[in-house]
């Protein structure tokens, strides 16, 4: 597989953060015997907002197991995440009116600094494997709030195998439903010397990006790498390859990542999705026009592929401003 020069082989958001250990999620027992072990570790959250500690560092806001919080919730409520860090780690999905919007989450808890925050803008301030962490439960939140009831016989449903299935009650139907995530393409297209980045009118002045867009049913990854080129940039596209993945929680997406090559004759255009899409040189890239999007994001590692495959330049990730938008890393 490419890698850009980042030293990290894989983008933000993934890694073996994590051990998920899946045959732990087949034991009846699991939530006694996490309540049984003092190192487990939980983390709340309340609908897609999770508990964190503010501070120049932010961080995850875990609990132990005597906490008043841990200890009154329900197994329903509750999802075996895996082992972080050598220490089992269980999410705990607090009802919203035991934590309402207007209490104080520091009193609620116990922690000071403590307050419930939404993952997307908090993710580049916190330590990586932390963000993934959370990125990982974020996922699982939204999907489990979203499959409550059955969807063939309209039945309540009930999370099984340590909360990563959702089934139905109805003996009758008994429909399991997984975890579900919808795969989307990311696509930096060059002519070798250019790469053709395009910008929505709803983003800050300055600021393109890949492409990008769902598969859609009965496509392969390079079909729709190629469909949503064409669509969006009037671009068609010679050949593709594969560079990398990564999580993308908001609300439960997989960005996978291509590089793609076009015709130096191509020529961009408008489209009812991109305000303007338009190649771009390294001298420009590295001169900071256009605006690129955080270092943290896939974009940037399938820009940064590019930049530094040719030499002449410093690596993109060094070169001061580049991929800080919104004054983030």
Known sequence: MPNSSHATPWNFLAGPYIDRR???????????????????????????????????????AFLDGGHPLVQRAARESTLLLGWYRESRCVLVELDEREAPDGDDPAALVGLPGARFEELRPLAPLLEETEASLLAYARALSFWRRRHRYCGVCGARNLPVRAGHVMRCTDERCATEVFPRIDPAIIVLVTDGERALLGRQASWP??????????????????DAVAREVLEETGVQVLGTEYHSSQPWPFPSSLMLGFMASAS??????????????????????????????????????????????????????????????????
């Open 22 to 60: 899946a045959e732990a999620r087949e034991q009846e027992g699991w939530w006694e015997e996490a309540r049984g072990d003092p190192r487990t570790r939980y983390v709340l959250a309340r609908g897609t907002a999770q508990l964190v500690v503010a501070g120049p560092q932010p961080g995850v």
């Open 205 to 222: 002045p300055g600021r393109y990006s890949t492409i990008a867009g769902f598969v859609e049913p009965g496509e392969s990854l390079e």
């Open 264 to 329: 130096p004759d191509a020529r961009p255009q408008r489209s009812s999705e991109l305000e303007d899409a338009r190649w771009f040189t390294r001298e420009e890239v590295a001169s900071g026009t256009p605006m690129l999007p955080p270092r943290t994001s896939i974009s940037f590692r399938l820009v940064e592929h590019w930049f530094d495959s040719a030499g002449g330049f410093p690596p993109l990730r060094e070169i001061p401003g580049v991929g800080r938008w919104e004054g983030r890393r």
